[in-house]
């Protein structure tokens, strides 16, 4: 199967990289290479792109098409959240630049034994890193009722979540959910007629939160944001692409915080915590696919770009 996405807000994220021809930048997510392919379009022979994902089809397919690039690429498969000990072991300190494009690829989706598709049925997988050894039939079958009801509540974001929650944990107890297709049809039994039929798939926020769940998607995505900016140089830029709230939000603060540290009492004259800014938030509104891109990619509506640069 041919590797298959469109990157979304990609002049968009590029510029706002500022790239200098002989730059060092990474690509935290580098799934089929689009966006690293205008990335390396723009470098000289001096610039340099390190290229991490951590799934293997990415991989193979990024190899593929940055190889007329080859020369200044590094393509590592790792988790973007190790970042700073990939870098290290190629002897990289510094950066000036470094992006995210977050969530799953259309490759990914689209690729029905990954099991990240409610509209095909295939084994409950979602593993974004084909390493590791939990998928999300282990989470469908062993979280309880409550950890379930958490996650679809605070991942999914769904009204519902205390019924999927209740339905999913009665129907494992006579045989244990297998696939995608079994998880979709005791999610139908617990959500109510009228709005089955009414707006989106009902699963869509139940594959959600279980995917961001097993690939501790928000967890990793908090965990760096401070790190990345420490690794970028002067000036040097931070642009992540966001798909939903739950991981804008986190990009949001995550920015603000580092824009404005200070943690001293709101009363005090001058700042005594001695917490510097490390930069600033060079999108005060996230920057927005153009009526254009929705148009010809629906995947793109939800995106969100926001940039940092640091001092
Ligand atoms: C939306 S796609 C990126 C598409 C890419 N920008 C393009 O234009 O072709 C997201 C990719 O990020 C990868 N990914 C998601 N979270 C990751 C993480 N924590 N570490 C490494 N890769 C990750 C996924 O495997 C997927 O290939």
Not at 152 to 166: L, M
């Amino acid at each position: 199967m041919e590797f298959e996405h469109t990157s979304v807000l990609l002049l968009e994220t590029v510029d706002n990289l500022n790239i200098r021809p002989d730059g060092i930048y990474v690509d935290g997510t580098l799934g089929g290479g689009g966006h690293a392919s205008e990335v390396c379009r723009r470098l000289g022979e001096r610039g340099r792109l390190i290229g991490i994902d951590q799934d293997e089809d990415a991989i193979r397919a990024a190899g593929e098409r940055l190889s007329p690039y080859a020369n200044r690429v590094t393509i590592v498969r790792s988790n973007y959240e190790n970042m700073d000990q990939v870098l290290k072991e190629l002897d990289i300190q510094k950066v000036d630049g470094i992006m995210l494009d977050l969530g799953v690829s259309s490759y990914q989706l689209d690729t029905a034994q990954r099991g990240f598709s409610y509209k095909e049925d295939a084994p409950l997988d979602m593993r974004m890193d084909q390493r590791n050894a939990v998928t999300a039939r282990d989470i469908v079958n062993t979280y309880s009722e409550m950890e379930l009801y958490r996650i679809i509540r605070d991942y999914g974001e769904d009204k519902f979540a205390k019924n999927i929650a209740k339905h999913i944990v009665q129907a494992r107890q006579s045989k244990e959910i297998e696939t995608t297709g079994e998880l979709v049809e005791v999610i139908k039994t617990a959500i109510p007629a009228r709005v089955r039929f009414a707006g989106g798939h009902p699963a869509k926020k139940t594959f959600q939160a279980i995917r961001i769940e097993l690939n501790r998607e928000l967890t990793v995505l908090d965990n760096s944001i401070d790190r990345m900016i420490e690794l970028l140089n002067p000036k040097g830029r931070l642009c992540i692409i966001t798909f939903h709230s739950l991981e804008d939000r986190i990009v949001k603060n995550g920015f603000r915080k580092n824009e404005n540290p200070c943690t001293c009492p709101p009363e005090f004259p001058v700042c005594v915590c001695g917490k510097v800014s490390r930069g600033k938030i060079l999108t005060r509104k996230p920057i927005l696919p153009s009526g254009q891109e929705m148009e010809a990619n629906k995947r793109s509506k939800s995106a969100k770009l926001r940039v940092f640069e640091r001092v």
